[in-house]
């Protein structure tokens, strides 16, 4: 087993102005062990690209989340995150997973289809009405799921805007000092307080009155865990979807005999989502250290007890150990256990929600416009924790 401490690589490899892999990540999967990393900020840590080696760390309770917080976090920003449910481990990570899971099962996701179709069409309306070139972004990929959340927790359609700031701000990774970083989550929480009394004092049927009983009545979670649980969904029930809405147009339309086939059997709608959530490597870079409880061996190295951990779940999903032709687009692939959405006690908890929007959306879109063709420049996020267009201007 290597332990070698040898000089850590700089990370994150991948270019923000871009979808692509970057080849570091072939290099690296194909040298024996693990090998050091080190971001702007925080500790060096190990860094995990093998699909095996992701799921060992993701999904084993001897790597912890909730370590972090007593540690220098490896990480792409000055400022430390609160990263609330997801920097905890069982049994709290369990207590408040429990109280929004049942909001976030298949079945009812599917329940919320017809309105989300309904929605789909009436932005592909406005869209269409505003005529090309019209901003792919802002007029659909980030309206849709934002409207579907926000119903969801019960935020008003006029506060919208509101928290977009505040949601771009909470996955920066520039340079907004910890200070900076701080006061603008505490605006966020200052809001939600705000949001929560409202509920409060009129009460209604959506996920925030039910977490608010859950505090009230059953004294399941503290008022700190209740805002930031509601801040929490807030921002991740929307960012990664409106991100990955037009990375996946982007991928299609680089692919034009995987589109063309999508278009001319819909019903592999499905299986594309899936593929192209493991083909699509959203994030910047590995993100959510895991800290090791104990001396772990993985992958051929030997990771020591309080040592963290990166899994760069993009390089994972591209491992030819575990998919064939794993640079390759396929929309109709069999077996795709992809790690899109993670794996272990933090799988995504609203994975059934955003596979159903990523569904509606991407079939929508390219059902209304044949001859969707990008149409201006791509403007690309820049220092974010999640890649993809700011603005994305398309005709048809």
Partial sequence: MTTADTAPLSYPFNTPESLDLAEEYAHVRNRPGLVRVRMAYGEPAWLVTRYADARLVLGDPRF???????????RQSEGRRDSGILGMDPPDHTRLRSLVARAFTVRQAEKLRPQVRELTRELLDELEAAGPPADLVDRYALPLPVAVICRMLGVPAEDRPRFRVWSDAALSTSSLTAEEFDTNLEELRAYMRQLIEDHRQAPRDDLMTALIDARDVGDRLSELE??????????AGHETTATQIPNFVLALLDHPDELARLRAQPELIGSAVEELLRFVPLGSGAGQPRYAKEDVEVGGTLVRAGSPVLVAVGAANRDALRFSEPGKLDISRDGNQHLGFGHGAHHCLGAPLARLELQEAIGALIGRFPGLHVAGDVVWKSQMLVRGPRVLPVGW
Wanted: net charge negative.
């Fill in 226 to 235: 209740l805002v930031d649980l509601c801040v929490g969904i807030l921002v």
């Fill in 64 to 74: 912890s989340r909730a370590e972090g917080a007593s540690h220098d976090e490896p």
